[in-house]
């Protein structure tokens, strides 16, 4: 498992924005831990065409943190 921080895409709003309540996303959120394998779409509009697979300790100057809902 890697160690996901504030600021990377783990915890940014537009990770997986897809399928924003899949579980392990929501696990990645309260847990701050992310399988090593883990690849997710960037949903970030200035990348969007870009169709961006970045991973959960990936970051950018886009970043939003994810709310808990």
Do not use: Y
């Amino acid at each position: 498992m890697l160690s996901v921080h504030d600021g990377q895409c783990g915890l940014c709003s537009h990770f997986g924005e897809e399928h924003a309540r899949n579980q392990v996303l929501v696990s990645i959120l309260t847990t701050k831990q992310a399988p090593e394998s883990l690849v997710d779409a960037c949903g970030l509009p200035k990348n969007a065409a870009l169709h961006l697979k970045v991973t959960p300790t990936s970051g950018c100057d886009g970043f939003q943190p994810a709310m808990m809902s």
